[in-house]
Every structure is written in structure tokens, then in C-alpha cells.
């Protein structure tokens, strides 16, 4: 069973910092892309940053210059640093892995790739 476990959200004022991290726990074969996405209320989820198992970093456009995403392959984690928070950044935000799973099925080994998405986090930053 996997489960992503997502902490580091609250309250800060604007231009403040926060830094999120999500730790992949649980059975499986490898990790591929990790990501941030998040959803403010009333608003449809949306993607805040990506990053590949080459450590390759994609960002949202509105964040991109302000938010870091990382990540620590040893620990199976992913963080998100925001910086210079604006009041508009608030929502909450969800961690997501592409996972590589491996079974052994009538004598053979078998691979699935699988996304699973955390808990969520909220961040709220006041104006």
C-alpha cells in the first residue's frame, strides 16, 4: 500500500515563505515524476510544479521566479519552497507521484506505472 504523506502548510502574510514536503511511504518498485498542484476554492486544481526523476523542474507561470520545487530521492520526498507568498497563492495544495509498481504474476515480473495524490495541505496567506 502506498501513501503520500504532504506537511509544511499554514498561515503567513503576504511576501512571506513557506516550504512544503511530501514523502512517498510504502511498497514500490520506483518513483518517476513528483509534483504540486494545488486548488483554490472555487477554482479548478490546477498545476503548480513539476519535477522528473532527472531532476528536470517545470513551473506554473503565475510562480515561476517565487516557488522551488526539489526533491531527495533517498528519502523518497518531494518539497515545495515558496517564496514571496501573494494572497492569491492560497489553496490547497496536493502532492502527486507517478510511481512504478512491480508484481510477480504466473512466474513472471510485471511493471504498472500509477499516480497517487497526497492528503492535500492548506496554505493561506493573508493580505
Known amino acids: 500500500q502506498v501513501q503520500l504523506v504532504e506537511s509544511g502548510g499554514g498561515l503567513v502574510q503576504a511576501g512571506g515563505s513557506l516550504r512544503l514536503s511530501c514523502k512517498v511511504n510504502g511498497t514500490f518498485f520506483g518513483i518517476n515524476t513528483m509534483g504540486w498542484y494545488r486548488q483554490g476554492q472555487g477554482k479548478s486544481r490546477e498545476l503548480v510544479a513539476v519535477?522528473?526523476?532527472?531532476?528536470?523542474?517545470d513551473y506554473a507561470d503565475s510562480v515561476k521566479g517565487r516557488f522551488t520545487i526539489s526533491r531527495d530521492s533517498a528519502q523518497n520526498t518531494v518539497y515545495l519552497q515558496m517564496n514571496s507568498l501573494k494572497f492569491e497563492d492560497t489553496a490547497v495544495y496536493y502532492c502527486?507521484?507517478?510511481?512504478?509498481?512491480?508484481?510477480?504474476?504466473?512466474?513472471?515480473?510485471?511493471?504498472?506505472?500509477?499516480?497517487?495524490w497526497g492528503q492535500g495541505t492548506q496554505v493561506t496567506v493573508s493580505s
Open positions: 502527486n507521484a507517478d510511481l512504478t509498481l512491480r508484481s510477480f504474476l504466473s512466474g513472471g515480473v510485471h511493471f504498472q506505472n500509477q499516480k497517487y
Open positions: 519535477i522528473s526523476s532527472r531532476v528536470a523542474a
